[in-house]
């Protein structure tokens, strides 16, 4: 229900807004490992890798070794989502390697799917202005999310969108452009984009909907839990 993120960049973990400006960062490891130790699972995203740079390789392992992870962020081969299943992480998220040439990419999805196991596969729609954004949100495409979640329902366990929109802002996410969404797939859907308050979770819990949360908790707006909701 409630799954808290980790985001990585230039070996601390950091928040950012929009996915562009940064508005805060840490490193205490171990306290943050130790704040999510209840959760039944955790998102690590390595923004590093996102974007073509150097990966937070080292906090990746530390991570995995210690919290129930799904990780993306530079996941663009078979030969790396194997690496980081390896490393302990439960599922990886591809997304900007699901886009070819400007299109869904499908022969690759069934390969992955097929290779890897579509119950370890997560499939990222990062949707900017109604359109998917790939590459760290820096290449726009003229795909819809919708369309994006219809074509590649087959071959994964979840989807995770985030509304880059509201990314941050802490402002809350437009149930209008999350309920076609919804209706599309029948596997678990998972979002993230602005969410602040509880209250918006148990909103989107009740539509059969996961929430990432990452600035809320960093900020203390949002506490964390005492009994933790049990994610899928």
């Not at 990780?71 to 663009?76: K, S």
């Not at 596969?121 to 795909?143: C, H, N, P, Q, Y």
């Amino acid at each position: 229900m409630l799954i808290p993120s980790i985001d990585l960049m230039g070996g601390k973990i950091v928040q950012l807004v929009q996915g562009s400006r940064k508005e805060l960062e840490f490193d205490d490891f171990e306290g943050w490992a130790n704040r999510f130790a209840n959760f039944s699972l955790v998102q690590l995203i390595d923004l590093d890798a996102a974007m073509g740079r150097d990966p937070n390789s080292k906090l990746i392992e530390f991570f995995v070794e210690r919290l129930p992870c799904q990780v993306g962020g530079g996941i663009r081969t078979k030969e790396a989502a194997r690496t980081v299943l390896e490393l302990g992480a439960q599922r990886v998220i591809f997304g900007s390697a699901l886009i070819l040439d400007g299109q869904i990419n499908i022969a690759f999805a069934k390969q992955i799917a097929s290779e890897i196991g579509e119950d370890k596969l997560v499939f990222g729609v990062d949707s900017k202005g109604g359109r998917v954004a790939i590459r760290g949100w820096r290449e726009m495409t003229a795909i819809s999310p919708l369309k994006m979640i219809q074509a590649l329902d087959p071959f994964c366990s979840a989807f995770l969108y985030t509304h880059i929109d509201t990314e941050g802002l802490m402002a809350g996410l437009p149930l209008e452009a999350i309920r076609p969404l919804r209706e599309a797939t029948s596997k678990q859907l998972i979002v993230a984009g602005g969410i602040a308050t509880s209250a918006e979770v148990e909103q989107l819990h009740t539509m059969g909907i996961d929430a990432v949360v990452g600035m809320a908790l960093y900020s203390g707006r949002m506490s964390l839990p005492v009994s933790i909701p049990i994610s899928k």
